[in-house]
């Protein structure tokens, strides 16, 4: 399956020298024809290619080393050179390699002004394959003559793009994924583009197209924005509804981290369920208002869909464009850009104010790619504003040590105090099927019974959804027999959606589910019991407050159950509980919550 793509373009080139009265400059080109005319006019008079073709991770990795160790002006020595680019290869694992001093082609004429300006405004903000690049071009109906591989080459020579292998090295030899940003999962392959029996590929980034050795990619810094304020916009968002006391504070907050620009990074920290899209366009209105670039980033495709209908219910009469896989338009301009954390990964240098949304998300949790990202994607004085339930490890940790600003919305709407984890301890209790349904889990049921509520059931495995689900039926058969009162679900489950809907519906009481059903799921008159909470492998702190954040989001049933029912109180359950207390003590401190006030 790796090799049937092969990329029409793929790049082999030289590293090579050049020299005069200004100095001396390492290079590396595809066709060096062109670097000896450009190289010319910068009144460089004597050229020398000192490798034979090599694929681009390759040639890349020797030209930076040169750069870095070769000192001097006037005329290199050539002896100096081979033992720095021997030493280059051997960082690769590379043997001595063959030295040729070989002098330039003739020089060729340079592109044609008018096409390298229509390729500089196309690769403006965005790193690209070259198919894609050309994707963007027809996108705009505009086309070139002279090769587009020429083209790149030629603004690269005038610093005017950036040239970097797919799979590149780093400093110390070790192999990197360019795009992604990661250095494990990368395959040795047999290439049948560059034809080396030891390409890299990235196996992370594969769903992008392949990242490798031999293929370039080609980015550009966005060009200066337009300075004037685009003062006749509408940039307050029509809101659906009033905010709440705690959302107005976090808005007014998260939109002068913009108004500032004293911090780059800043935590919106928020509880389940608390609104933070609303929040979030605080900042968007501040940035729009300075006529900045805003890219707002999450890491699951449903999510961007969503938005899009909600921010441009809220902004009419501004663009906002929706990047996902498989969506339209790809290469458009907007105010506003909506964009899965893949689709982020095109992005250079580009947004003035970057939102990334479910950090945490899965699959993404701890994921460097996420950040690789939208780091890449922001203005080298670009701001990022992280929004969270559950925010990772790492950004705990700069939370607490201050090395992060940080906003709170600790909060519902509703203005009632998250329901707080009960924990439910049975030392006996059993694995589905071994005896009768645990008491506590009787307990439970028939409270939701009582309540005319849906009880959703955490279980920490996918074949645990089954067993649970026929443990129940085989224990109470009495409960409303006439139709099914208990179904599962899991994420690979075939009517995932029809399952959910129906609950939600209200078409049964009880649902058992994997943490599938984790976060983005509301769901009237809920109560959440996690079965088997210990488990610590599976529900970690993140994800028991997350499951917790499902109940009581609705203010018609604000007040919904969750229990932790376990043989013993794991490390993780104590943190959730304390960490959904701390939410409700710091809601309760700053006047956010209406109980008492009935
Ligand atoms: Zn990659
Ligand atoms: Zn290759």
Known sequence: MLLSYAPRFCWRGFVYLVWGDRGLKVGLSHKPGLDHAFWLRKGYRHFALLTPPLPLGTAFFLQEYLRRHLSGSAGPSFTVVRNLLNKARARLGLPPGPFTVTPFPEALPAPPPLELALVRKILSGRILWLEEIEEALAESKMGVTTPLEDILHWLYLAGQAEVIPGVGYGDDGEPRCRRCGQTTRLLTVACAACGSSDCLICEKCLTMGQSRRCRPLYARPAEERRLEVKALRQVEPRLKYELSPAQRDAYQEAAEFVLKGRDKECLLWAACGAGKTEVACGPIAAALGLGKTVLYACPRREVVRELQVRLRSFWPELEVLALYGGSTGKYGRADITLATTHQALRFYRRFDLVILDEVDAFPLSEDPMLYYAVERARREDGQILFMTATPPPALVARAKGRRIKVIYLPARHHGRPLPEPEVLRDPFLAPPGAGPLPR???????????????LLIFVPAVRLVDEVVTWLLRERSGE?????????????HPQRDEVIDAFRRGDFPVLVATTVMERGITIPRLNVLVLYADEERVFTENALIQMAGRAGRAASYPKGRVWFLARRVSPAMAAARYRIREFNSMARRRGYLVEGKE
């Open 440 to 454: 506590l889990l009787i307990a439970c049921l028939e409270q939701t019974m009582a309540e005319r509520a849906r």
């Open 480 to 492: 409303e027999t006439c139709r099914v009162w208990v179904r599962g679900v899991t994420a690979s």
